[in-house]
């Protein structure tokens, strides 16, 4: 007998045998580290040797939470709303807390002009005046996901997930609900922080080398340095009616601002400052939610749009990869009107100013938007060319740039020429290209995107934390998306604004293959 023989183990016995240490690990983490009540809401959540090497980190139910190779971390929610949330909660505790709790209180601070205490307030007496709005599906999965975070021993409640929910239409506003608001003169309006806005384009048919349709949308908004360390991309499956669709989104989110569907819609949203405004409307991030889920033509969103109540100023943009059109959809709490690409061009955009004015662009009326905004941008509409002249220039120049670039490349439009679009540094107010690090008012791309100061001595909310709230405004994320074929292409992980990182790919169909 030969003692220096070596044991020799298959490699399925092997990968058995850490499966089976790595279980047991797990396992003994959980019931050591969790209280009691917490086990059976957690004991779901495995990691096995399989499951680490195709870059899936934990599974809930029918979702599961993984890393691509290519760094993007995706989270899958298959089932009802009440499932989905629950498996959203249960797998995105930390990150749902952290982005949560850093970004409510940036936007306390700021609609509290300074006073924590006092946005706040604003933020949920917002939240309670919309909540009654907000359709039944919607609610479901925020309390699917609030239950799973207490029973994984959050201090989060339902009530925070609505909030966080609904913290933009209260953001944007600026002052809180406008129509219950008391402290405020009617009208009366917070200064908006100095920086841009959204923008989206499309190109399609004869504009694009390949006659295929080619979407692009900038997402400009607001975050704390905690909030940028977490973005997800979501691909929901839902099995209570609708179609599967991806999103990128800050934990927490359940909602939307931009995105793809599994039948060839897209759409982005831009906010529009108007003169209208309330609190008494869906949200605009349930109302894209709902085109995403519910739409498969341009008709389908047009109608989502006109029957559900809308709080306050916004653009939609929504593409139909499928027929290869278009559509800008203006909308404020009572108005409502479409803009179409013009006639011989298969090129649309938008940023955030109003452009539905009778005899503009091939906009034949007979609503005249621009008007939804007259006091808020101070605009002068005796003609078209005084409204022109006094649109500011942050949206009008972005506005007028993306309408050169698509021009001069019409035909000649790729994926990667767009993704050059919607990086572009060409500062209208300067009339040259800009560096990085240069402060502007009227590029395509966010630049000067340093982390700046709102607040040095502030509460932290649910946190005993107190100190320096940090914000940057620029492109937390930027897509270019293939509709009809599911490709999308997105810089989000990374510097801002987003731009100045590597775009990656996701396909929303292969996404949802994968999920069966």
Not at 58 to 65: E, M, N, Q, V
Not at 217 to 239: A, C, G, Q
Not at 285 to 305: E, G, M, Q, R, V
Not at 319 to 346: C, F, M, W
């Amino acid at each position: 007998m030969n003692n220096n023989k070596k044991l020799v183990f298959p490699l399925s016995s092997i990968l058995l045998i850490n499966s089976f240490f790595i279980t047991i690990f797990i396992t003994a983490t959980i019931a050591f580290t969790a209280p009691v009540q917490n086990i059976k809401a957690l004991q779901s959540l495995k990691m096995t040797v399989a499951a680490i090497k195709s870059g899936i980190i934990k599974t809930y139910g029918a979702g599961f939470y993984e890393i691509k190779p290519n760094g993007l971390k995706v989270l899958h929610l298959k089932g009802t709303g009440y499932e989905r949330g629950y498996q959203y909660g249960a797998m995105m505790k930390d990150e749902i807390e952290e982005s949560l709790k850093t970004g409510t209180t940036l936007f306390a601070v700021y609609i509290g002009d300074g006073d924590y205490n006092k946005g706040l307030e604003r933020i949920f007496r917002g939240k309670e005046e919309m909540e009654q709005y907000i359709p039944t599906e919607f609610i479901d999965e925020m309390k699917g996901m609030a239950d799973a975070l207490k029973d994984a021993g959050s201090d989060l409640t339902y009530d925070d997930i609505v909030m966080w929910n609904t913290i933009n239409d209260s953001k944007m506003l600026h002052k809180g609900p406008c129509s219950i608001e008391d402290d405020l003169p009617a009208g009366k309006r917070q200064p908006y922080f100095p920086r841009g806005g959204c923008m989206s384009a499309s190109a399609f048919r004869d504009a694009t080398v390949d006659g295929s349709m080619i979407v692009a949308k900038n997402m400009d908004w607001y975050s704390t340095p905690e909030m940028r360390k977490n973005p997800l991309i979501l691909v929901v499956k839902p099995t209570d009616g609708g179609y599967g669709y991806l999103t990128p989104v800050y934990p927490g989110w359940i909602t939307c601002i931009e995105g793809i569907n599994e039948k060839g819609i897209s759409t982005g949203l831009q906010i529009s400052k108007s003169d209208v405004e309330t609190m008494k409307g869906a949200g605009w991030h349930f109302l894209t939610a709902l085109l995403l889920k519910y739409a498969d033509s341009i008709d389908d969103a047009i109608n989502i749009l006109t029957v559900y109540p809308k709080p306050c100023g916004n653009i939609f943009q929504v593409n139909d990869g499928n027929v290869g059109n278009s559509i800008v959809i203006e909308t404020t709490a009572n108005a409502l009107a479409l803009r179409y690409p013009q006639k011989g061009k298969n090129i649309l955009w938008t940023t955030n100013h109003f452009n539905c004015y009778p005899g503009w662009e091939g906009y034949i009326g007979p609503i005249n938007m621009p008007a939804e905004q007259e006091k808020f941008y101070k605009l002068d509409l005796t003609t078209l060319e005084s409204w022109q002249k006094t649109i500011p220039m942050w949206t009008k120049g972005r506005f007028d740039r993306t309408r050169q670039l698509l021009n001069e490349n019409y035909g000649k439009i790729t994926v990667e020429k767009m993704i050059d679009l919607i990086s572009d540094r060409h500062c209208m107010k300067k009339k040259k290209h800009v560096g990085w690090d240069d402060f502007h008012a009227a590029c395509i791309a966010d630049v000067w995107a340093h982390d700046k100061v709102l607040s040095k001595n502030s509460q932290f909310y649910k946190s005993d934390k107190k100190g320096t709230v940090l914000y940057t405004g620029a492109a937390i994320w930027s897509l270019v998306m293939k509709p009809l074929t599911g490709d999308v292409r997105i810089a989000m992980s990374g510097p801002v604004p987003a731009q100045k990182g590597e775009f990656k790919y996701i396909n929303i169909l292969d996404e949802l293959a994968g999920m069966n």
